[in-house]
């Protein structure tokens, strides 16, 4: 099971906010789940892996490097 199934799998349950909450789930963790999620979208623009990589760094304002660790941790 991938972080990323792991994470939604999570999410549905009814004390979801409690783990943010007590820090058991880390915060970034969600924002790293938006950036992967807009990653795959943009791939599924046909865009090439490089150009998904830079439209996802520029929406989230972040370094197309950091989007590449996000998207390893998520898949992982």
Known sequence: MSTYE???????LDY???????GLVPLNWLDY????E???E???????KKQALTN???EFNVSER???LIIQKMKG
């Open 6 to 12: 792991l994470i939604n799998k999570l999410e549905k």
């Open 56 to 58: 996802t760094a520029d």
């Open 42 to 48: 943009e791939r599924k623009k046909d865009q090439l």
């Open 33 to 36: 789940k938006l950036i992967y």
């Open 66 to 68: 950091t989007v590449y």
């Open 38 to 40: 807009f990653y795959k």
């Open 16 to 22: 979801f906010n409690d783990l943010l909450k007590s």
